[in-house]
T-cell receptor, first 113, second 112 residues
Framework: DSGVTQTPKHLITATGQRVTLRCSPR?????VYWYQQSLDQGLQFLIQ???????AKGNILERFSAQQFPDLHSELNLSSLELGDSALYFC????????????FGEGSWLTVV | QKEVEQDPGPLSVPEGAIVSLNCTYS??????FMWYRQYSRKGPELLMY????GNKEDGRFTAQVDKSSKYISLFIRDSQPSDSATYLC????????????FGIGTKLQVIP
């Protein structure tokens, strides 16, 4: 158990809908990262927050947004969902901002039908 | 060309074999190099990380970095069926707020 908690573990939703994925980082970790993993693309970095502020952005679509709250938990919002958004979404956390030792949650498996 | 290249496998070896997993990269600015193990549909688990060049050993696992060749390796000695998983290399820059770039992962199967 990495100490990173993600909910929900699985969800199935229809195209055009909106979902919110939630992440609680390890106790004491200030950085939260979101990754998307699909079979053909591997792990793709979406976005990083550090102590409530956005710090690095990857290939995150405009339909997706995230935030980190004062208690350090984070949410990833996915809207206008398309079939191609079906993937495993991982949250990870680290104490520092450098990303060299990040710990992953178990992921949220999103299926868009 | 991807920044990090990794053969997706699958790689099948008999139990007890020495396994060699490798990644190449194109960005010479990478300074931190990590290996993650991911069991099916689980979150990646950090195995080892090294800074710059050199070797690092942890039990049956040895990580090597050759920055001159832009090549990193993970060796697993006395491989066990429980080592069957996907192994992802990852790398990032030194300092600041830097994204981590992952390889696509190599699927390893250790056959009893």
């Amino acid at each position: 158990d990495s100490g990173v908690t993600q909910t929900p573990k699985h969800l199935i939703t229809a195209t055009g809908q909106r979902v919110t994925l939630r992440c609680s980082p390890r106790s004491g970790d200030l950085s939260v990262y979101w990754y998307q993993q699909s079979l053909d693309q591997g792990l793709q970095f979406l976005i990083q927050y550090y102590n409530g502020e956005e710090r690095a952005k990857g290939n995150i679509l405009e339909r997706f947004s995230a935030q980190q709250f004062p208690d350090l938990h984070s949410e990833l919002n996915l809207s206008s969902l398309e079939l191609g958004d079906s993937a495993l979404y991982f949250c990870a956390s680290s104490l520092s901002s450098s990303g060299n030792t990040i710990y992953f949650g178990e992921g949220s498996w999103l299926t868009v039908v | 060309q991807k920044e990090v290249e990794q053969d997706p496998g699958p790689l099948s070896v008999p139990e007890g074999a020495i396994v060699s997993l490798n990644c190449t990269y194109s960005n010479s600015a990478f300074q931190y190099f990590m290996w993650y193990r991911q069991y099916s549909r689980k979150g990646p688990e950090l195995l080892m990380y090294t800074y710059s060049s050199g070797n690092k050993e942890d039990g049956r696992f040895t990580a090597q970095v050759d920055k001159s060749s832009k090549y990193i390796s993970l060796f697993i000695r006395d491989s066990q069926p429980s080592d069957s998983a996907t192994y992802l290399c990852a790398m990032t820059y030194s300092g600041g707020y830097q994204k981590v770039t992952f390889g696509i992962g190599t699927k390893l199967q250790v056959i009893p």
